[in-house]
């Protein structure tokens, strides 16, 4: 797998939480999907596409830095930093978030498998 592909998906997904876009996030995330949210909390794929789905998460601004891309034969983690603003249930959300995501390749598609965020700031 090339990282080049791995830095694509990665901004595509950003864009696709960023704009809420619940048809792009379906094909991006596995149906097995698990997440770790920074409050402990493990939620799935349809968990998370309902909170977009349903207007409950809006995002305002979301910026990446600190990208880390290992590949390891058909996956790939990443670790990013990403700074976010936005809204949850109405009540504001804003920090610095450190992500893990784990992609795996299927077929000519990456999906992510697994990954957590833990807030730093």
Request: proline share 2%.
């Amino acid at each position: 797998m090339e990282k080049d592909l791995v830095v694509n998906a990665e901004i595509e997904l950003l864009t696709a939480v960023k704009n809420a876009d619940v048809d792009l996030l379906e094909q991006m995330l596995h149906d097995d999907l698990l997440f770790n949210m920074p409050d402990g909390q493990t939620i799935t794929k349809e968990f998370d596409l309902n909170v977009y789905r349903s207007g409950i998460m809006k995002i305002y601004s979301l910026e990446a830095s600190d990208q880390n891309i290992n590949i390891i034969d058909d996956s790939a983690v990443v670790a990013v930093t990403v700074s976010l603003k936005g809204t949850y249930d109405n009540n504001p959300v804003s920090g610095v978030f450190k992500y893990i995501r784990v992609w795996k390749k299927f077929n000519d598609n990456l999906k992510v498998i697994a990954g957590s965020c833990i807030q730093l700031a």
